[in-house]
């Protein structure tokens, strides 16, 4: 028998023992954490409802004017006026023996020699007309000191002030990351999430679609393994390492996978995370965290979001000392990097052009490494690589989805396999078909199906004319992208119908014809709607806004205008407003800006007349794929490509 047991389970006090419970190696039991600020709210709750219990005991109370009435009868011989509360009593102070005013209150004494005395209390109220009263019928009276509750007065003095610090205290200890026994001086302390040697599994197998961008950083890890070879010969490496690229094409993941690959420690950290409401904040934790990196050599420092912190100093309205000490710090600390101590700094940022020129010097990042959007064989690349932990089916065509995808990140198509997954899961299936991955690509691009909203009849054939000009101005206008679906089910939170084109092939270049003709098919819809009604609604107005900036980036970008060919008219930025916002300046006349209004004008209305003259040459098949259209709600490519070859074999053996 285990004594040691048998005398903590008869303990009658057992439950008493404060500690951890059974899960900590401990027969006590484990009490659950109460906040303290719940604590403070519940003791205080507690000594106001006892207060006013004492407050509010039973007491016989009687009207003014039958206080008074007794006074006149001489009933009462003696008052006692208090802050609120009269008594009065049948005897004088000779008579009665001396008590606390808050005895007072039982109309009885328990005194023997007082049983014959009867007190009164009333709600009385001092005037001059009430001591006239008494002088006239010689009562005696006197006014009762002040009574303040002690208990009140602790609380609200002494308690409540002292909670109320240590609470905005711990707030403010948490927002400087000191957490619940933090201080002042661990404000300082660096955020940087480590990870420890070997710890990270990322490898450069599992980023695709940026091959350029893995080549140039294969470099820095064969440095972090082999740093001999370099510091042999007398080469350096780049001390810093810029990552650029828009969001999501898997900057933090290359960083990821360049420590992976050399096996060393990872520090990461946010631009963010080193700016504060307290100034030198920052700098404390530029320090701290270069401090444990030397300490951790070789390793890697990777901060994301730079710009946070790494905004130019140049024509800046507005100070920030904070952030310039920080910045500060960060260029001392690079500029002490000691280049056979292993130590690479990686960032990562989507705007370069408002960094610092300090921070792209040579000797801090000297190195800037592009990361773009992925072309179409990055596409598949990457859908593959997600479509690994997915059960996709046997006959899903992921480079179909590759081309439908162009511009789309690395972000977007890792959304666009897990909202496949998520389709095929609602409809019940066990593996991801060819439709789930369709409808994840529409949803990305269009939005949401809004099928549940109610369109009247004629809207509905308003959008069907209106998407099936913009489908016949693609099909007929030359090096326009080829359809791939044409729908009027709403989508998203204005679209009402869609018409989606997919290019054949990633493209670079365009030429100005070709941008005509992409102005035409944004035009076409439009067109359709002024053929058939006579009229034009507002369901246009995203291809207005397109149409007007492409005229307008043609004119003033490209220098393809009559008058200014080959004329950049471009503007620049002139530091930053009071709003913080880039400011911009014109390089031409105010002239040369309605030269570019009108000739904006001129050029829409040009090709709006030319897609509306094709439209009415094919005025009959537009009304056939408009009524398909109305009937079907969804044509694909496949089956507006046979209309399309099938019209034009007829217009041709008519000819003939």
Known sequence: MNTNNDNKNNDPFNFLKFGPGPGNGDNRPNFPKIPVW??????????????????????????????????????????????????????????????????????????PASRSVTAWKTVGILSEEFITLLDARQIEYSVQAQERNMLLDFIFQWILPFAIFFLMWRFLMKKMGGGLGGSLFS?????????????????????????????ELVEVVDFLKFPQKYTAIGGKIPRGVLLVGPPGTGKTLLARAVAGEAGVP???????????????????????????????APCIIFIDELDAIGKSRINSMSSNDEREQTLNQLLVEMDGFDVSSGLILLAATNRPDVLDPALLRPGRFDRQVVVDRPDVKGREQI???HARSVKIAKEVDLVSIARTTSGSSGADLANIINEAALLAVRAGRKEVIMDDLNEAVEKAVAGLQKKSRVIKEDERKIVAFHETGHALAAAFTEGADRVHKVSIIPRGMAALGYTMQMPDED???????????????LLGGRAAEDLVYGSVSTGASNDLSRATEIVRRMITDYGMSERFRNVALSQHGAGYGMSGDPKLVRDYAETTQQYIDEEIARVINTRYTHIKSILSDKKALLEYIASRLLEKEIIEGAEFKEIIEAETQMASSGNN
């Open 507 to 521: 493209r670079y270049l365009k030429t100005e014809k070709e941008l005509l003709g992409e102005i035409d098919v």
């Open 187 to 215: 404000a300082g302390q660096t955020r940087s999430a480590a990870v420890e040697e070997g710890k990270v599994t990322t490898r450069f197998s599992d980023v695709a679609g940026v091959d350029e961008a893995k080549e």
């Open 38 to 111: 719940a604590i403070i709210l519940a003791l205080f709750a507690v000594l106001m409802v006892v207060n006013m219990s004492i407050a509010s005991r039973n007491d016989t109370l009687i009207p003014f004017s039958e206080f008074k009435s007794k006074i006149e009868d001489g009933q009462i011989r003696r008052v006692v006026m208090g802050q609120t509360y009269f008594f009065g009593y049948s005897a004088p102070s000779s008579a009665v023996p001396a008590v606390r005013n808050d005895q007072l209150r039982n109309l009885m004494f328990t005194d």
């Open 266 to 296: 990872f520090f990461r950290i946010s631009g963010s995370d080193f700016v504060e409401m307290f100034v030198g904040v920052g700098a404390s934790r530029v320090r701290d965290l270069f401090k444990q990196a030397r300490e951790k």
């Open 383 to 385: 859908l593959r690589i």
